[in-house]
């Protein structure tokens, strides 16, 4: 049986870590115009990060974002999630292939759509212009990144959350509604304490993939707003820069693990200790 991993555990050192070793070993060589880099063991690209102060704004935007979009992810899941796991109508399937349809759309053409809609030209400045409504600027504002990350986080936490809730015998609700409680009391004496565990992966999902987002920013953000993913791409393509580049992307890996493993392992102690 032991044999039988060997060529998965192959795959996944290639593809996965072993460029992360490769890239940890570039961040701590030396950045040089003219050499373009010089094999070095040095930290300073880590200390330049920690201390300088516009990456230090950049990566509290980030998580400051990343925690937000989550937040509000959650809030708009949960109904979806809900009403999608308790229907028993014929055209459910339908429903589901509604909420994937997003996830065959890549997100530059996701954000290009949502720049037509948010833009100075777009649908919503048109219906103002035509209620005789003075116009709103929402594009390259963190409104605008917001908006466009929850969109493309959203299908994956009502599907999360939706699998969850199926899995959560439905006599519980109506036993507790036979009792006297109401709808908003069962859901949270009830269904949440049983769903904690799912509402804990798809959060953590969430917020991976809204640490690491790029596309959305770019486009809804502009060149004034800046997370850590369009930072570490402008030190490997625009700067050249690609040990400050690496030292970057691991800081950014090292502050999602951090926070999504603290995240995971407090919600897992308060449900084991209940």
């Known amino acids: 049986m032991a ?67 989550t937040a509000l992810t959650l809030l708009l899941a949960l109904p979806v999630a809900y009403a999608l796991a308790r229907t028993e109508r ?24 949502w720049m037509a809609i948010l833009g100075k030209g777009g649908l919503i400045n048109y219906t103002l212009r035509l209620l005789d409504l003075p116009e709103v600027k929402m594009m390259y504002t963190t409104s605008a990144v917001v908006i466009g990350i929850v969109a493309v986080v959203l299908p994956y936490m009502i599907l999360t959350l939706c699998s969850v809730i199926e899995s959560v015998p439905r006599n519980l609700e109506e036993a507790a509604e036979n009792l006297g409680a109401r709808r908003l009391r069962t859901f ?18 969430v917020f991976v993939l809204c640490m690491n987002t790029y596309a959305t920013a770019v486009l809804l953000g502009g060149p004034q707003f800046k997370m850590m993913a369009p930072a570490v791409y402008d030190q490997f393509v625009i700067a050249n820069n690609w040990p400050f580049g690496a030292a970057l992307a691991f800081i950014l890996l090292a502050m999602t693990l951090l926070f999504t493993v603290a995240g995971s392992m407090l919600l897992a102690r308060r449900y084991h200790r209940k």
Do not use: H
């Open 3 to 69: 044999l039988l991993i060997v060529p998965a555990g192959l795959l996944t050192f290639m593809l996965l870590v072993g460029p992360m070793l490769w890239m940890g070993r570039i961040s701590l060589n030396e950045y040089s115009v003219e050499q373009f880099m010089i094999e070095a063991l040095t930290l300073q690209n880590y200390v330049k990060a920690i201390v300088d102060p516009y990456y230090l704004n950049v990566l509290a935007v980030t998580f400051g974002v990343a925690l937000l979009c």
């Open 90 to 113: 014929s055209w459910k399937s339908l429903m589901v292939i509604v909420t994937l349809f997003p996830l065959l759309v890549g997100n530059v053409v996701r954000s290009a759509g």
């Open 188 to 205: 949270v004496s009830v269904l949440w304490p049983l769903m904690r565990p799912g509402v804990a992966a798809g959060s953590v999902l």
